[in-house]
């Protein structure tokens, strides 16, 4: 298994009703599926990196919330202008910051699930069309549609739960 994709890469997927159930399903249940990833370890264990050369569990919590927050923004943004810029962030720079270090993690699995109600109660009550609404993504230097990001941030979550969960059994903490 390839350490940094261990549920593979995301592959986006033509819209239908069924994959978007189950992606709403997935950002829905991340902060509680994120949550329970990592409420038996410790601090040594939250300070180990899910591979080597990655970040540590710690910095992986703190990241989905970070990235979240974003992805929040961009939907935001695309529902509410046209084809809007959406800028980049140095996620690895924001990984090094002083509260990814020093704030406990269930401060950003509390962001996440209170993020992530207010996000799936928007996304939820989208109609068909506001799915081919488009953002500027310019990181990426290319347009892509709300649909592409809500998968985008469905794959997002799971991979870094699996990131944890796949930590736990190569190390045996299960």
């Given at each position: ?98 509260d990814v ?26 109609p068909r ?46």
């Open positions: 298994m390839d350490l940094r994709y261990p549920i593979g890469q995301y592959e986006p997927q033509a819209f239908s009703e069924t994959q978007l159930q189950r992606w709403l399903a997935d950002l829905q249940f991340l902060p509680d599926e994120l949550e329970i990833a990592v409420q038996t370890l410790d601090e040594a264990q939250l300070n180990t990196p899910y591979r080597e050369g990655g970040w540590t569990v710690k910095q992986l919590v703190h990241h989905v919330a970070d990235s979240h927050i974003n992805a929040y923004t961009r939907f935001k943004l695309g529902l509410t202008e046209d084809t809007p810029t959406i800028k980049t962030y140095e996620e690895k720079e924001w990984a090094l910051l002083n270090q020093t704030v406990p993690i269930n401060i950003s699995l509390t962001l996440l699930h209170a993020l992530h109600q207010r996000l799936v109660a928007t996304l939820r009550s989208l069309e506001a799915w081919d609404r488009t953002v500027f993504h310019s990181g990426a230097g290319k347009t892509v549609t709300l649909w592409y990001l809500l998968g985008s941030y469905a794959w997002h979550g799971k991979h870094h739960t699996a990131h944890v969960t796949a930590l736990k059994e190569r190390m045996g903490w299960n």
